[in-house]
């Protein structure tokens, strides 16, 4: 062969690699690229939730100082309007309790109700023909 068909195979060779590196670098940097956006939409998903979360937690702080301020009145506003009878009004609430009482009313308040007896009418059937 001499030395022009060489060169000819010689640059044909360089073209094809050429060619072949731009395709891979082309493709290599398309796949990089879509890599890129993933991990940027990862990066804002992530940032939003941890911003999320810090403000439930604020939230979350908010009510629970609420929820006790509003025991704390609750409770006070209770101790200040539940006082302890004294024996004379208990006796007078019992006294009129049992004059409202139904002079009908002659069950006992220890006596327990009669529990119903389930299936009444059944007979056992051992030994009848």
Known sequence: MDSLQWLW??????????????????QMSRTIELLRQRIERAEQARNGA???????????????QAIA??????????????AAPS???????AEK????ARPD??????SRPELP????DTEVLEGKP
């Open 9 to 26: 195979i010689a640059g044909a060779a360089l073209a094809g690699a050429a060619s072949g590196v731009s395709v891979c670098h082309w």
């Open 50 to 64: 941890i911003e999320r979360s810090a403000q439930a937690r604020e939230q979350i702080a908010q009510l629970n």
């Open 69 to 82: 301020a509003m025991r704390r009145t609750h409770s006070a506003r209770a101790a200040a309007s539940i």
């Open 87 to 93: 024996p004379e009004e208990r006796r007078a609430r």
């Open 97 to 100: 309790a049992l004059s409202e």
């Open 105 to 110: 009313d002659a069950t006992a308040a220890s």
């Open 117 to 120: 007896q389930a299936f009444r």
